[in-house]
């Protein structure tokens, strides 16, 4: 399976945040979209960095509420691991776990054309378990 059809199914809209967004901001949307982390992009639109839950409770730790004004490129990561459509979701998978990283942008052509999370990464995992234990039950009871 390959990252567009991931895409396919879950959609191409990424949650993005500039960089000189305060962090109580970027908290405020991370909730209201229900998700555990935004694509931080540049001024021409390309991937600036990324910013996670984990990025922001690891800096409250050290930093304490005064972090709250601070802005995004303050604490996100700037080594930002992507992936392209035609890349495989098993290739992808390697990378996450080899990284430690939950979330990864899709760029194509040097533009961000959605994000994959690990949740996808497992559920993509699971469709193509059930699909082939469906074409295996078949195949015992035709023949």
Known sequence: ?????????KGSTVATVEPGTPVRELL?????????????LADD?????I?????????????????LDSP??????????TTGPDDSVDSLSVL?????????????????VGIVSIGDVVKSRI???EEDQQQLEA?????
């Open 1 to 9: 399976m390959r990252i567009a059809d991931v895409l396919r199914t």
């Open 72 to 81: 995004v490129a303050d604490i996100m990561s700037t080594e930002v691991f």
């Open 139 to 143: 195949y015992i009871t035709q023949g």
């Open 28 to 40: 405020a949307a991370l909730a209201e979209h229900n998700i555990g982390a935004m694509v931080v």
């Open 45 to 49: 639109d390309s991937v600036a960095g």
């Open 127 to 129: 469709k193509k378990l």
């Open 96 to 112: 996450m776990t080899e990284r430690r990283i939950r979330h990864v942008p899709v760029v194509e052509g040097g533009r961000l």
């Open 51 to 67: 910013v996670s839950e984990r990025d922001v409770v690891r800096r409250l730790n050290d930093y304490g509420a005064g972090l």
